[in-house]
């Protein structure tokens, strides 16, 4: 008989507290996860949103071609016109 | 029962109730993690798919550039040779003479001449470009100058009445003015009102 209170003594004062101890540790730390998920959740969809700007590049890419012939033929206009240094 | 027993199953029910309420909550907060984490991924799945052209497209922009720096810094060493193509550069951006060009890279070790501490950015560019203003004489190129520096400003002759164009040799003289000048102006009668010409005056 002393042995089974022995067993209770030790159930009710070692281990419910160590497996409460833990188990709330590991509900802590799984719920500290929860606003960091929201917040990388939240920060790619904002990173999404920007790279809605991404599809004008092309225009940016014809208009650089554009502006890269209208230089290149003033240039030759100039190299015509303008005598050499030597 | 003994009273023992009774309190072991009270321990092992509470033991119990403890696991399942930690458990349980903690099933609920990886659930949440999970749909954050499934919304992470999708908006990563939007960027990676609206980023994979950019790549490509900016590599096509850069090459384009590229290009046009190529021939601009060609065109420039051309025109101007390359001592006064570095000073101008350096002008206009002080520190880039020690880069030097691109396409050039022996520019890095010329020597820019301190042309932006005397003239300013557009006669400097006229000078160096067209070597059609004045300044062009002094230019350090030593190019020869497109326009007659000495007979250049005679061009404001032009701007003067027609009578001036005839280059006449005398021009009529101003009038002298003082109480020996050969004509005497008669003083007005009030200050601002010229008198009357005598010949009005007859007439």
Request: net charge negative; glycine share 8%.
């Amino acid at each position: 008989m002393t042995l089974w209170w022995i067993g209770d003594i030790l159930l009710l004062v070692v281990v419910l507290p160590v497996v409460v101890y833990l188990l709330r540790g590991v509900l802590a730390e799984a719920r500290g996860i929860v606003p960091s998920v929201r917040r990388i959740g939240a920060a790619a969809a904002a990173g999404s949103k920007d790279l809605d700007a991404a599809p004008l590049l092309l225009t940016t890419r014809d208009q650089v071609i554009k502006t890269v012939e209208t230089v290149a033929d003033y240039g030759g206009s100039l190299d015509v016109i303008i005598d050499d240094a030597s | 029962m003994p009273a023992a027993g009774v309190v072991l199953i009270v321990a092992v029910v509470l033991i119990v109730a403890a696991l399942v309420y930690y458990l349980v909550s903690t099933i609920f907060a990886l659930r949440q993690i999970a749909a954050g984490l499934d919304e992470a991924i999708a908006s990563v799945g939007e960027i990676v798919e609206k980023s994979a052209p950019v790549n490509g497209i900016v590599t096509t922009i850069n090459e384009h550039l590229d290009a046009a720096v190529s021939a601009l810094e060609g065109l420039l060493v051309k025109k101007a040779g390359m001592q006064d193509a570095v000073g101008l550069v350096d002008g206009l951006y002080p520190g880039a003479a020690a880069e030097g060009f691109r396409d050039f890279p022996e520019s890095a070790t010329v020597k820019p001449p301190r042309i932006a501490e005397v003239y300013t950015r557009g006669t400097l560019t006229l000078a160096r470009l067209g070597r059609e203003a004045p300044i062009a004489a002094a230019s350090p190129s030593g190019g020869p100058v497109l326009r007659n520096v000495t007979g250049g400003s005679l061009a404001a002759r032009a701007l003067y009445p027609e009578v001036r164009q005839t280059r006449p040799t005398a021009l009529e003289r101003s009038p002298i003015i003082g109480t020996d000048s050969p004509v005497q102006y008669e003083p007005s009668e009030e200050p601002g009102v010229r008198r009357r010409m005598k010949a009005k005056e007859e007439a």
